[in-house]
């Protein structure tokens, strides 16, 4: 077995853990992770906006899905996600006032 499979086995071994260990996404009580949304669509009046949540990145991304799947973005150009924060780029034509910033 090469090193790169070793390593990815490894990889999958741990992400499964990880997972099985958060099933029920328990809120974390040490800090917030920052959620920040950047509308590159110039004639929108949605442009950015940041909220703070406290439950774990893994719902975070969750909950993402199902806003791509509701069709809200024409466009996902950028995703980062870590820890402590949360951070996307998007093609969005709708405004605040078609509930893009709820």
Known sequence: MSTLNVATEQSRSSALKSTSQNAGFTPHEDFDVAIIWHNTYAHSNFTTFRK???????????????????????????????????????????????????
């Open 52 to 102: 703070e949540f406290q439950r774990p990145i893994e719902r975070i991304l969750v909950d993402f899905a199902k806003v791509l799947e509701s069709g809200m973005f024409e466009e996902v150009l950028s995703v980062s996600a870590s820890k402590h924060m949360f951070y996307v780029t998007v093609v969005c034509t709708k405004n605040k006032e078609d509930g893009v910033s709820q």
